[in-house]
């Protein structure tokens, strides 16, 4: 079965500044996906940003990017110039290639911003 | 174009009660989620359908739980009888479809908040 680690409950980084949030994964398959997902209070789960394996380059979007390890299994979430409405939960999640199988979730870290 | 509609918000019964969560996924997603998420926890996966048929329901208490997706639109989610370890926050998501090897996001609902006392 797949896991996802996330090891720091709780990050703290002043407005502007930039954050890491770390996310390590077990999986014996090859072909996977990869994502970082924000629950603010209102509890919605918003897609921040998606990985697939089999690319080597990492993903960005905007103020967002990833720093993807296949071999180490790492997936780490960057976020830079962090604003306010930044702070929520950040989840990491993994999605086998293909067929069933839901979003397997990582425990979270809360994110708080500092003014 | 709307997103995924959950209702109730909020519940709170006592144990041993039954209660029932509704779901309406984005126009044109075949694929359906429901997730439990315990406090302090990551959403763990209840139970997936593709269109009305379930295709993965491997985590779902299925002594005390049911899910139906009738029509392969709406959902509803039951639990009979509740427990206190059944508080948590019960998600619905759905994407376009997955199983046809189309891998696009998943949408998620505002979830409903269950409170067993």
């Known amino acids: 079965a797949q896991t996802v680690t996330q090891s720091q409950p709780e990050m703290s980084v002043q407005e502007a500044e930039t954050v890491t949030l770390s996310c390590t994964y077990d999986?014996?398959?090859?072909?996977?996906?990869l994502f970082w997902y924000k629950q603010p209070p209102s509890r919605q789960m918003i897609l921040v940003i998606r990985?697939?394996?089999?690319?080597?380059q990492n993903a960005t979007e905007n103020r967002f990017s990833v720093n993807f390890q296949k071999a180490a299994k790492s997936f780490s979430l960057k976020i830079s110039d962090s604003q306010l409405g930044d702070a929520a939960m950040y989840f990491c999640a993994y999605h086998p290639g293909g067929g069933a199988d839901g979003l397997t979730f990582g425990k979270g870290t809360h994110l708080i911003i500092q003014p | 174009e709307a997103g995924v509609a959950q209702s109730p918000r909020y519940k709170i019964i006592e144990k041993r009660q039954s209660v029932a969560f509704w779901c309406n996924p984005i126009s044109g997603h075949a694929t359906l989620y429901w997730y439990q998420q315990i406090l302090g926890q990551g959403p763990k996966l209840l139970i997936q359908f593709q269109n009305n048929g379930v295709v993965d329901d491997s985590q779902l208490p299925k002594d005390r739980f049911s899910a139906e997706r009738l029509k392969g639109v709406d959902s509803t989610l039951k639990i009979q009888p509740a427990k206190l370890e059944d508080s948590a926050v019960y998600l619905c998501a759905s994407s376009l479809d997955w199983l046809a090897g189309v891998n696009t996001e998943a949408f998620f609902g505002q979830g409903t908040r269950l409170t067993v006392v």
């Open positions: 990985q697939e394996a089999y690319k080597q």
């Open positions: 999986t014996s398959e090859s072909d996977y996906y």
